[in-house]
Nanobody, 122 residues
Framework: QVQLVQSGGGLVQAGGSLRLSCATS????????MGWFRQAPGKEREFVAS????????DYADSVKGRFTVSRVNVENTVYLQMNSLKPEDTGIYFC???????????????WGQGTQVTVSS
């Protein structure tokens, strides 16, 4: 079993930055692909970014590429999402997730954090 506990998020003006953190416990962190998803009101949960290992550059949705950076520190059992140049359309609940079966589809992810609200005002 893997437990994911998120922190960060909040309210920021357009153009601002936020950093999300996701700390894990349970089974060996390094064996999991870690990722971030988000869900806007009335919309489906969508893939944001994922990272395989500490030296992996990450996989990003086109909508966030060049603005968001995903990273992981295995010795801390933590994955981060640095979000820069935020836009109002980035508003939503952000979830971290873990899987052993990589896919951008949320159904392939096994464990989820509790979610954290990110609101970007215009």
């Amino acid at each position: 079993q893997v437990q994911l506990v998120q922190s960060g998020g909040g309210l920021v003006q357009a153009g601002g930055s936020l950093r999300l953190s996701c700390a894990t416990s349970g089974r060996v962190f390094s064996t999991y692909v870690m990722g971030w998803f988000r869900q806007a009101p009335g919309k489906e949960r969508e893939f944001v970014a994922s990272v395989l290992g500490p030296d992996d550059g990450g996989d990003y949705a086109d909508s966030v590429k060049g603005r968001f950076t995903v990273s992981r520190v295995n010795v801390e059992n933590t994955v981060y999402l640095q979000m820069n140049s935020l836009k109002p359309e980035d508003t939503g609940i952000y979830f971290c997730a873990a899987t052993t079966r990589y896919s951008r589809l949320s159904g392939f992810w096994d464990y989820w954090g509790q979610g954290t609200q990110v609101t970007v005002s215009s």
